[in-house]
């Protein structure tokens, strides 16, 4: 995900299901001093996301599995 996020940062966008943000990051994207700013924006959205994610799998261990 993480070549995803430099190579193609408006995919992996979408992939996250951010959809607005995905399409503003393919404007920023399209000139090519850009796409330094679109590649780390990228990045820190999917590396919040996997955060995030870790978080909720921490609390789901410490819950007992319980939701």
């Known amino acids: ?4 996020a430099i190579l193609l940062p408006w995919v992996a966008l979408f992939m996250r299901g951010r959809a607005v943000q995905g399409i503003l990051c393919l404007i920023l994207q399209i000139t090519v001093i850009g796409w330094i700013p679109a590649a780390i924006w990228a990045l820190v ?21 319980r939701s």
């Open 1 to 4: 995900m993480i070549a995803v």
């Open 45 to 65: 959205v999917v590396n919040n996301d996997n955060q995030e994610r870790r978080h909720r799998e921490m609390l789901d261990a410490v819950r007992g599995g």
